[in-house]
């Protein structure tokens, strides 16, 4: 089977391309590199020994996708191609509605035009809002998001159940991830965010290799056991081996099925730096900050449904996490 990934430079579209390659998947990477580099599908081959197809090309202009859809019949599309960063959405909202909406729109436009009925999206834990108390299932209604990078994932999933309603044939897999960390064991594809990082392992990672003096932590007096927010750190290669098993169930249904991949297993801001620390003997200086507009205290997933239906659990630990994330930014302290 040959899968089409839109985004497929980027973090955890590169990581997937390693675990569909590693299933015996035929890869194809269609990115902008808008956010990434053609040297992280590069390593992708020169880890798996196998060739990727890569085509630079905006998922939003239809004319190229659709050329590259007709050339490769792809049988099924992974859709990662979109801008994430929460604050720059709050700055720049109309382009984050625009890119992230228009490459949604087109992909599906172009799957019906080429007879591709498939696709898996990336979607959040974002979606649940601040409604719904942890641990998260996929039951829950959706809540309100505090970002317009949060609605922009909250409308591309009514866009794609709208649209496998309408077409009994489509089969979607939405994907809420909580939050992914980690980089492939062997240090030569990782997380490599442009300028200061928004999220919190990347800060961790260029404080403790010297580009950063300290890590602030957004707050340090909400209501958990150390007073920081507690999430789901889910390692990148077990968030890759999950798309590998939602591939394989999407192949054999239609419809619309939501999953959850987190570990159930929540972790504070300090767990995090501790456990870095310890399992890298490396000392990250960190003070306690005031609390960042929109965090919500407690976020993790019950994990149950992608156990169960997929077959799928992450097995890495959160040392695993601590430990891959060090390696590769020690091994690529510029990024690729
Ligand atoms: P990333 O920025 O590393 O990867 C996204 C890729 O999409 C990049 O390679 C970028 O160049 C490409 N892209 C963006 N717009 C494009 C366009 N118009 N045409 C072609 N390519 C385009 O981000 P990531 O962390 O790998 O995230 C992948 C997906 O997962 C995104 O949709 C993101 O919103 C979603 N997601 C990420 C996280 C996270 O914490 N990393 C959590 C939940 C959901
Ligand atoms: N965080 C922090 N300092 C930072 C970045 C993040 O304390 O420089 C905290 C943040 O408040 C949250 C957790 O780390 O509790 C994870 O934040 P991230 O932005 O990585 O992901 P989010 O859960 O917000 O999507």
């Known amino acids: 089977m040959k899968i089409l990934l839109a985004g497929g430079a980027g973090y955890i579209g590169s990581h997937t391309a390693v675990a569909l390659l590693k299933a015996g998947y035929q890869v194809v990477v269609l ?4 956010n990434s580099s053609p040297e992280a599908v590069r390593r992708v081959e020169e880890l798996t020994h196998k060739p990727v197809v890569l085509y630079e090309a905006d998922a939003a202009d239809k004319a190229a996708v659709l050329n590259i859809m007709k050339q490769e019949q792809p049988d099924c599309v992974i859709h990662f191609a979109g801008l994430k960063a929460v604050g720059e959405s709050v700055k720049q909202p109309l382009r984050y509605y625009r890119n992230n909406i228009d490459t949604t729109l087109t992909l599906l436009e172009c799957m019906e035009l080429t007879g591709c009925r498939k696709i898996v999206f990336s979607s959040s ?20 998001c505090t970002n317009p990078y949060g609605w922009t994932k909250s409308m591309m999933e009514q866009i794609l159940q709208d649209a496998a309603v309408a077409d009994k044939n489509l089969g979607v897999v939405l994907l809420r991830y909580f939050n992914p960390i980690g980089a492939h064991e062997s240090g030569r594809i990782g997380e490599n965010p442009r300028g200061i990082p928004n999220n919190l ?4 990672t260029q404080v403790a290799v010297g580009k950063r003096e300290r890590l602030t932590v957004f707050g340090g007096d909400y209501d958990t056991p150390d007073g920081t927010c507690l999430r789901d750190y889910i390692h990148v290669m077990d968030l890759a081996e999950g798309h590998v098993a939602a591939v394989e169930y999407g192949a054999g249904h239609n419809g619309v099925e939501i999953f959850n991949l987190g570990t159930g297993q929540p972790y504070s801001v300090l767990d995090i730096v501790n456990t870095f620390q310890q399992v890298n003997n490396i000392s990250v200086a960190y003070e306690i900050g005031p609390r960042r507009a929109g965090d919500l205290p407690v976020v993790y997933a019950d994990a149950t449904k992608a156990k169960t239906v997929l077959g799928w659990q992450a097995k890495r630990s959160l040392a695993d996490m601590c430990r891959d994330s060090w390696n590769w930014q020690k091994n690529n302290p510029e990024g690729y």
């Open 125 to 144: 834990a974002t979606v649940y809002g601040e409604e719904n108390p942890a641990p998260c299932n996929e039951e829950m209604p959706k809540g309100s």
């Open 31 to 34: 990115d902008n590199f808008d």
């Open 201 to 204: 392992m990347p800060y961790v």
